[in-house]
């Protein structure tokens, strides 16, 4: 599963590329300009209750970024559909939302309808800033339905048996081995079955053919992500839900695995071998995403979010699609809740929450799930397990993205979830105060030689990990919680299944 | 007169400051305030719900060896930073100040351009220029003879922290060529014609004339220029982020990632971070008053100096 940080700066950074293009929000109903829709959007009349005045309902999503495809398309539909609807579509990049939006919510001067990032949905809730979408969304009871388990969760968007946001995406998504086609086939390689034994000779091969003009590897400064991935592909069971390294079969942190262990002395093989591109230790993500397109790099690992950058702002750049190298044989487990969360204001009037919630219901049809497949792409998988398996198998979106979701619906699994267990784990989540370093800072200690004992540092990082979920539980037990450390042991996880609703029985 | 008469009197004088004031209450004032005040709360930031703590912010900030990790840097920044850069702007306006180089605009306009420059985009451009892929800074010193193999600059723990402030000295030594400027201007014409005339040579004139008039606006341009190597946050931030593996984090840096964007994608703690924030405006207080103390103490001594001659 990708970790939501790292998300959040990859969908980030295409918000920064498109700022450092001149273009850093886009605006009104079309966003980048009126373009030949791509998708005969079959839009429902729904029973909700429109207004027949003229209206503007206004949007705050994230962006630009792949969501931008869909968003353009569908108001584009809705208007032409509602005449005297007028959709103010707004996007900023995620972290800037995350800044701007509970500023607007407290002020009161936001959009109706917003994307809620990186501040926890219940907090909000709390405040009265959202309204219980079971009153907006027609037909609630009945549309929500179609969510498949795993997707609307208590502690998560539910709360006191009401719903405050919808996700037309799940977190069913991984990083990737991204390869630079030309150079892998002059060396004649092929990366579909790497283990990390042929990666490190591959990316050794890479940069010697490369003789100082690129490198066999590129990575960026820190990359936890990344190596969550790599380790779970390989066996060691650490859940990367938020971020925690848990062993989901004990409850217990296992960042010091022996597995952990030999992944850190792959990654400093790499670099001993000299094929890390270098630099590496500063680059963000954005810049080594630019590296790579521009040639610098055979090969890195990262996620789906990287085509649509590519597609625009490096056209010819040809780019191939892979698994994480490792055993063929690893899962990675990805977390309940699915992606982006729509909410809508509390306090917008009725007319626009009635449009609002009109324009919710479309993204969870079967038609918005595929048109929501396909105009987003590998980087938002839909929920529906029929819109993925029908995009899967058609040609309507390009190689990358069928390569990568083909790869997702491989190898990531939903992973158990404390919340579903026990929805009061949501006071220990807001508790939870994320030990210093994290994950990847350490892997970028160790890389950059400031950490010199590896086992040390993991073993140090599980401890710390274990003490602060242990002061998380404390605390939010004073508050009032019922809640308990075996909330976070699932004996019976098995990491190649879904974790479904009859295993928490 | 009595106290109000004399504000009466001198009505003009504060309805002009008013504006002013009123900025300052609302930019300044009132965001310390609140920082002190957030300070003692348990609060993400974002919600409604924060609990007062009284100093426990604090008493975690003392034992948290990552904030005096980043202090010690932001201190090492100012020690080494702040004289390299008075040093190199002093010697600049000295030659700048010249009235027969005809070319002292052009050059002042030139030192002063990246001081407006945003430094986000400083960062950007000059982490290009430090890379050790194709960078102009390794391609000249291997042109050069100078180094064998590039050097990572930033991605190196061991350079990373004096690479940025070599950024930051550059980018800024212009503010202070300009504060020692406008210091040199005050050095009356007549006390160098005087000085020709009895046959005073160049190091003798600045000796005996510039120093010691420019010596009293050196505690105040020092204290500006200490204060700016402390707000490094856009250049550091953008070129290095801290890293690698927190090598060149300043306190700023600490702060921002504390109370916007934490490790692993925990909730943001904005009462920890405004009191860490506090802690270090404490200690930049008691430097700075430090400061003011030692240069009270010289302007003492050299007025001493002057009865007794």
Redesign the interface.
């Known amino acids: 599963m990708v970790?939501?940080?790292q998300l959040?700066k990859g969908i980030g950074g295409l918000g920064l590329g498109a700022f450092l293009a001149g273009c850093g929000v886009s605006t009104g109903e079309n966003g980048g300009g009126p373009k030949a829709p791509t998708f005969d959007f079959d839009l429902p009349d729904t029973g909700a209750k429109l207004p027949t005045a003229q209206t503007t309902v206004r949007w705050l999503n994230g962006g630009p970024g792949p969501k931008t495809y869909f968003f353009n398309e569908f108001n584009a539909a809705y208007q032409k559909k509602h005449p005297n609807i007028k959709v103010q579509y707004d996007e900023l990049p995620n972290?800037k939302i995350a800044?701007t939006?509970?500023i607007q919510l407290r002020n009161g001067d936001v959009a109706d309808a917003f994307l809620v990032i990186?501040?926890?949905i219940s907090?909000?809730v709390?405040?009265g800033r959202l309204a219980a979408l079971d009153d907006v969304i027609p037909n609630f009871a009945e549309w929500k339905k179609s969510f498949p388990f795993g997707t609307l969760v208590s502690g998560v968007q539910v709360f006191d048996g009401k719903t405050y946001a919808i996700t037309p995406s799940s977190d069913r998504r991984s990083t990737l081995l991204l390869y630079n086609s030309d150079y892998l086939t002059k060396a004649g390689l092929d990366p579909s079955g790497f283990t990390w034994e042929t990666f490190r000779a591959a990316a050794k091969k890479l940069t010697e053919q490369g003789k100082g003009e690129y490198f066999g590897l590129i990575l960026p400064?820190?990359f936890?992500g990344v190596v969550f991935d790599l380790a779970q592909l390989s066996g060691v069971r650490i859940a990367d839900v938020?971020?925690d390294g848990i062993d989901w079969r004990t409850g217990e942190f296992n960042y010091h695995h022996e597995g952990m262990v030999a992944l850190m002395e792959l990654l400093l093989a790499i670099k001993a071998d000299g094929s890390l591109?270098?630099?590496?230790?500063?680059?963000?993500d954005e810049?080594a995403r630019a590296?790579m397109a521009q040639g610098?790099a055979g090969m890195i690992l990262s996620g789906p979010w990287n085509f649509p950058v590519w597609k625009e702002q490096n056209p010819g750049f040809k780019y191939g699609v892979a698994r994480l190298p490792g055993p063929a044989t690893g899962y990675i487990p990805y977390a309940v809740g699915g992606s982006n969360q729509f909410a809508v204001y509390a306090n917008a009037s009725a007319d626009r929450k009635a449009i609002a919630g009109d324009q919710f219901y479309y993204l969870g049809t079967d038609s918005g799930q595929r048109a929501w497949n396909r105009l987003t792409g590998a980087a938002d998988p839909a929920w529906s397990p029929q819109a993925m398996k029908d995009i899967i198998g058609s040609s309507v979106i390009d190689e990358p993205n069928r390569a990568a979701l083909k790869i997702f619906d491989q190898t990531v699994r939903l992973a158990p979830s404390p919340l579903v267990r026990n929805p009061a784990n949501e006071k220990v989540?807001?508790a939870?105060?994320?030990?210093?370093?994290?994950?990847?800072?350490v892997v970028?200690?160790i890389l950059?030689?400031?950490?010199t004992d590896v086992r040390k540092a993991l073993k140090d990082l599980s401890d710390k990990s274990e003490k602060a979920l242990n002061d998380a539980i404390a605390k939010a037990k004073s508050q009032g919680a019922n809640v308990s450390r075996d909330d976070w042991k699932f004996g019976n996880w098995d990491p190649s299944k879904d974790y479904t609703e009859a295993d928490y029985k | 007169m009595t106290l109000g008469s004399k504000l009466w009197h001198h009505r003009w004088v504060y309805l002009f400051m008013v504006p002013s004031a009123v900025l300052g209450l609302l930019f300044t004032l009132y965001p310390t305030v609140m920082s002190w005040y957030f300070s003692f709360l348990d609060w993400?930031?974002?919600?409604?719900?924060s609990s007062f703590v009284g100093f426990a912010n604090y008493r975690e900030a003392m034992a948290d060896p990552?904030f005096w990790d980043s202090f010690g840097r932001s201190l090492l920044f100012v020690l080494v930073a702040v004289p390299i850069r008075l040093t190199l702007a002093l010697l600049a306006a000295i030659v700048l100040n010249n009235q027969a180089l005809k070319l002292s605009p052009l050059f002042r306009t030139m030192f002063f351009l990246p001081v407006v420059t945003t430094a986000a985009i400083v960062g950007v451009v000059m982490?290009l220029m430090?890379?050790?892929?194709n960078?102009p800074i390794n391609d000249v010193l291997m042109g050069m003879h100078l180094i064998a193999k590039?050097i990572?600059f930033?991605?190196?723990?061991g350079t990373?922290l004096w690479s940025v402030m070599a950024v930051e000295v550059w980018k800024n030594f212009g503010i202070t060529m300009i504060y020692w400027l406008a210091a040199l201007q005050t050095v009356p014409r007549h006390y160098y014609e005087a000085a020709a005339l009895d046959g005073a040579g160049r190091w003798q004139v600045l000796r005996h004339i510039t120093m010691p008039i420019l010596l009293p606006f050196a505690a105040i341009i020092t204290l500006l220029t200490a204060n700016s190597v402390l707000h490094t946050f856009g250049i550091i931030q953008t070129?290095?982020?801290g890293?690698?593996?927190?090598?060149s984090q300043t306190v700023e840096v600490f702060i921002y990632q504390t109370a916007?964007?934490?490790?692993?994608?925990?909730?943001p703690?904005l009462g920890y971070a405004s009191a860490a924030g506090c802690l270090f405006g404490l200690c930049v207080m008691l430097i700075a008053l430090l400061q003011i103390w030692a240069g009270r103490r010289v302007a003492q001594a050299r007025a001493h100096l002057s009865v007794g001659s």
Not at chain 2, 154 to 157: N, Q, T
Request: glycine content about 16%.
């Open positions: 970790e939501r940080r959040m972290n800044e939006l509970p990186d501040v926890p907090e909000l709390a405040a400064q820190v936890m938020r971020g591109f270098p630099g590496w230790a500063s680059l963000k810049q590296r610098g989540e807001l939870f105060v994320a030990p210093k370093p994290n994950l990847g800072q970028q200690g950059t030689g400031q950490l | 993400s930031g974002f919600s409604d719900n990552m982490s430090y890379s050790p892929f960078g590039p990572d930033l991605g190196d723990p990373s070129m290095t982020a890293g690698p593996f927190f090598a916007f964007a934490p490790a692993g994608g925990g909730v703690r």
